[in-house]
Structures are given as C-alpha cells and as structure tokens.
C-alpha cells in the first residue's frame, strides 16, 4: 500500500511539474510569438508603404507580394495559438473587433490555400474576398492593433509620460519624412532637410513651410500630410490607446490611469467612451466643415473642377481644426479668388480653428454638462423625482478657458480693425473687413492661415499677433502657445499678489498652488526658450532682417505657421534649429525637461521659511 502511495505521489509530482513546464512553454512561445508578429506587423506596414509610394519607380509590387504573405502566415499562426492554447485568456482579453480581426486573418489564410472556384458560388463575395485589397486591409488592421498594443504595453514599465509623449512625437516625425521623400509622394523630389521640415511642421501643426506644397507634393504626399497632422493634433497616445482598447482592451492599469490623465476622462469606465467622443467628434467637426467649406467655394476658383473642390475643402477642414495651417491651393487663403470673394470660407474655417484649438477637456466637460442638463429636463417632463440642481455643472478649467478665450478673440478683433483699417485692409467692404479681422484674431493662436500677407502689418500689429501667438489655444486641445490656461492662471495670481491675499480664486474655486506654480514655469521657459533660439538664428542668419527672424522663432515656438518671409531664405542650419522649436513647442519644453529629471520625492525633514526680498 505504502509503495502504491509513494508511487502515486510521484506520478502526481511528475504530471505537476509537466503542466508547469508546459505552462511554461506555453508562455515563453506566447512572449515570442507576440514580438515576432509585432515586428512582422512593422515590416506590414513598411512594406504597403513601399507598394504605394514606390510602384512603378525604385520597387516592384513583385518584391513586395512575398513579405506580405510571410507577415500573413505569421499573423496565421499567432492567431491559431492563442485560439488552441490560449483560448480562456484570449477571450477574457479579446472585444468583438478582435474576433472579426481574428477571423479576418484565418479566412485570408483558407483563401490563400483553397483554389478560386469557377464558376463562383457567391460571384460578389468571391470577388471581395480573393482580391489583393482584402487581404492589405486585414494585414493593416491586424497590424495597427498589434503596434497600438505593443506601445500601451511599454508605457505599463512605468516609463515617464513626458518622455513617452516626446518620443511618440520623434518617432512619428521621423517617418513622415521618410514618406514624404517616396518619389509617388513629390513631383520631382525633395532633400531630407526639406522633408524633415514639413513633416515636423506637419506632426507638430504648425504650418511653416520650406516648399510650396502644391507645386511640391502630389495627392498622396499631401494625404500623408494631412494624416500626420490628424495624429500629430489629436496625439499619438490618443490614436494607440483608442486602437490597444478598442480592438483587445487588455492594457494594463497603469497604462489606463496615464490615458486617463491625458484625455481627462473622470473614471477608468468612461475612458474607452471618451476616446471614442474625441475621435467622432474629431471627425464629424471636420466632415461638417469640409461640407460647409465645398459649399461656400463651389464654383469660384477659376479652373478647378469639383473634384479639386472636394479635395480644397477636407484639406482645409482638416488643416483648420487641427490648428495646422498647411494650405494646398496656392497663395493659400490670401488667393484672390478667396479673398475678395465669398467671405464665409473665413468664418467657417474661423469656428473649426476655435473649436479645434479650445482643448478637448473642454469639450468633455461641455457633453458632460449638456448630458446632465438634457437628463434633467426629460426627467421633469416625465414628471420624475429630479436630483438637486448641481452648482457647477462646468468645472473651473472650462469656465478659465471660455472667458479668456471671449476676451482675446473680441480684444483681437477690435485691436486689428483699428490698426489695419487703413492700411493692410484698405479697398475691402466694411463687411470683408470685418470678416478678416475676425480671421486674423483666430488665426495666429495657432493654425497659421494667411488671409492677408503678415509681411504688410504694421509693426504694432505685428506685436499684437507675436502675443497671440505666444498665448495660443487651450491645454490639450490641437494648438500651441503658453495656453490660454497658463495665461489665465498667471493674471489671476498677479491679481492675488497685487490685493495682498494669499489664494488665488476665481468664480468661488480656488486654484492649486501647483497650478500656479506649473503657469509661472511655462511661461518662464517660453521666455527663456525664445531668447535662445532668437539669438541662435540671428548668429546663423546674419543677412536676413532681425524682425523677420525674431517673427519666425515666434512663429515655430507657438506652433503657428505665420511667416514674413524668412522660411524659404533660411538655410539647413536655420531649418533644423526651427524644426526643434517647433518640437520643444508642440511636446512643451517642461515637458521634456520634467521627464528627463524625473519625479523626486519631498525631504522628510521641514525647513524653517524665510523671504527674500522682491520689489
């Protein structure tokens, strides 16, 4: 008997330390299969890129058939695994869209190996699903989900936030010059100085450019622009975090929270919706303003047909709510055509700058706001208990940003009515002259449009819009600047220290010291980043005009775009100095500087405090 227990407990011991190895295995294949298909999912990418910008030129489609059918079978057998082996884990991890992927992948491969029937049973289906489309499409999609989640992951190692977001920024940068100089892409060429220039003016929405874009790139080198400039506005975290959650949902907590912080969504629960809100509504403001855009130029600039028109309007919807500033017709909106023309493309493109530029955490609060008022409402109609009436249904940061927005963009208008009205806008109607100062306020915090050649301002003018730009839109909206956030922040402070109180408040909130103190150190590095690269190109760019100089670091530093001459004189040097401006301004120089120090902790001991004096 006793030999009999023995030898089940060793039968027993054997067989747990089988499943533990084979559990084991199962893990190490699992971890190998993930980095295998997630690099096979890069070379995806890379590989339909090369299909598409360099057919019929340095590449044949021939060379690049093969890579694809590899990266298929490795996306085949990832998929087969999780589904055999890993089937518990994988439907606890995986949504509806990752099954429709999933299957996506396996029917491609019943496709690849089964014969085309003939005659066909299901002639439309069959068509679909043996064309070449079919299968880039579920490579890409498979691809994009792999990439999203491969990048959620790394941000759950506890990396910085501040270092992830810049190097999301760097990285897309760098390959969006390297699309752009694809010879599908441009005409007849561009140097990598060049290309690396607009594709950081592109991802950073900024707008300055080195080139004239419409003599410059083709169709598709500006839809890669005009993608680089969504990403680039909305943010690549925004962009992976919506895909890694949308199509598995299996990112770890900590990703979550940092998503969290980044969109402001108020709970973990309401984050996919969020980044949902954010999206559609990214998309329908664009699409609303692309339609009202087509309309108010159909039919008025010589020689384009409505095609040219469909493709003008969503650049240029694009362009506006991402505060980007890129134009693809040329003289771009100070055209003739535009300007002494209908007046309402102005206006249009005017709101998608607001709205786009007021900061999505704005927008939230707004749909959280009009949701609660809408519930109440219904709820009385119904002749329903209600709830109490909740003091502040827009939150304090809404309420800053609101006004302060109102009063520059009306200070703005007024500022540049008086001061050009004889000048630049002399010879419009009192109608056109409205419009354009309306216009001209909006547009240097920041998209960048040029309705009427800054490089004919009056110097005063000149300041005002140097200011503009230097304030820029909402905190994490798609504009640049100091933020009307910080600039708010920074007056009411001055207010408090001028009455001799010691908390800031406003509308019966009082704000955070790190608030304040966050406020007064974005604006002392702005300062202080502005005088370093002023000089720098005064020193590298002895010969050009120092006002035209100094309004262009203004200009790449705010992320606006408005130029007065200076970018196409401007030499490698200059360009790559300009490049990094407009990087520090988009990720934001504490940004970078607080994620390459890193987060200390308070000393545990308490000083005793003292004044220095300060008149």
């Not at 304040?516 to 020193?539: E, N």
């Not at 934001?588 to 308490?606: C, F, Y």
Request: charged letters at 10%; a positive charge; glycine letters at 6%.
């Amino acid at each position: 008997m006793k030999k009999l227990q023995r030898r089940l407990y060793l039968t027993r011991k054997a067989y747990s330390r089988f499943v533990h190895r084979f559990v084991a295995t199962l893990r190490v294949l699992s971890s190998f299969l993930n980095v295998l298909s997630t690099i096979a999912a890069a070379i995806c990418i890379t590989a339909i890129v090369i299909y598409g910008g360099f057919e019929d030129r340095a590449l044949s489609p021939d060379m690049v058939w093969p890579i694809l059918r590899c990266v298929q079978a490795v996306f085949t057998v990832n998929v087969l695994f999780n589904l055999l082996f890993l089937f518990k884990q994988t439907a606890n991890q995986s949504r509806a869209i990752k099954w429709i992927l999933d299957t996506g992948i396996i029917i491609s491969l019943l496709v690849w190996l089964s014969p085309r029937p003939s005659p066909p049973l299901i002639p439309v289906l069959e068509t679909v699903l043996y064309s070449p489309w079919f299968l880039i499409t579920v490579l890409t999609a498979y691809s994009a989900e792999l990439l999203s989640v491969s990048l959620i992951r790394i941000m759950g190692h506890r990396i910085n936030p501040a270092l992830i977001l810049s190097s999301s920024f760097f990285i897309l940068i760098l390959i969006g010059s390297a699309l752009l100089m694809m010879p599908q892409c441009t005409f007849s060429g561009i140097s990598f100085t060049d290309s690396l220039f607009i594709s950081t003016s592109a991802v950073c929405v900024t707008g300055l450019s080195t080139v004239d874009l419409p003599s410059t790139f083709t169709t598709l080198g500006l839809f890669i622009i005009a993608v680089m400039m969504q990403i680039g506005a909305i943010g690549v975290m925004t962009f992976t975090s919506f895909f890694a959650l949308f199509f598995s949902g299996n990112i770890s907590l900590y990703s979550q929270f940092m998503v969290k912080d980044m969109i402001y969504s108020k709970t973990i629960n309401s984050l996919l919706p969020t980044l949902l809100y954010i999206l559609l509504l990214t998309l329908v403001m664009e699409a609303l303003g692309a339609f009202g855009i087509f309309l108010s130029i159909h039919g008025d600039i010589p020689d384009m047909t409505t095609r040219d028109e469909i493709i003008f309007a969503a650049f240029h919807s694009l362009s506006a709510f991402c505060n980007a500033g890129f134009s693809n017709l040329p003289e771009g909106l100070s055209n003739p055509a535009l300007l002494h023309g209908n007046q309402v493309i102005y206006l249009i493109m005017s709101v998608l700058i607001v709205t786009g530029g007021i900061g999505y955490p704005i927008l939230v609060n707004a749909r959280d706001a009009l949701f609660t008022s809408v519930s109440r409402l219904w709820k009385f109609l119904r002749h329903r208990p209600v709830p109490p009436r909740i003091t502040h249904l827009m939150d304090l940061n809404t309420r800053v940003v609101l006004v302060t927005t109102t009063i520059l963009l009306v200070a703005g208008t007024v500022s540049f009515l008086l001061l050009e009205n004889h000048h630049s806008l002399s010879g419009m109607s009192p109608w056109e002259k409205l419009v354009q100062s309306i216009f001209n306020s909006v547009t240097p915090r920041t998209a960048g449009f040029a309705s009427v050649n800054p490089g004919g301002f009056l110097n005063v003018t000149l300041i005002l819009v140097m200011f503009l730009m230097w304030v820029g839109g909402g905190s994490q909206s798609t504009a640049g600047g100091i933020k009307v956030n910080t600039l708010a922040a920074v007056i009411l402070h001055l207010r408090t220290t001028v009455t001799g109180r010691n908390k800031v408040v406003y509308h019966n909130r009082m704000l955070s010291t790190a608030s304040v103190s966050r406020a007064q150190a974005v604006v002392f590095l702005s300062i202080a980043s502005y005088i370093f690269y002023s000089v720098t190109m005064l020193i590298i760019e002895p010969d050009i005009p120092a006002k035209m100089l100094l309004f262009e670091v203004g200009s790449a530093l705010g992320t606006v775009g408005l130029s007065i001459g200076a970018t196409p004189l401007i030499g490698t040097g200059a360009k790559l100095l300009l490049c990094s401006a407009m990087f520090i301004g988009r990720v934001g120089l504490l940004s970078i500087i607080a994620g390459i120090a890193g987060s200390k902790n308070e000393p545990p001991v308490r000083y005793p405090s003292d004044n220095i004096i300060i008149n």
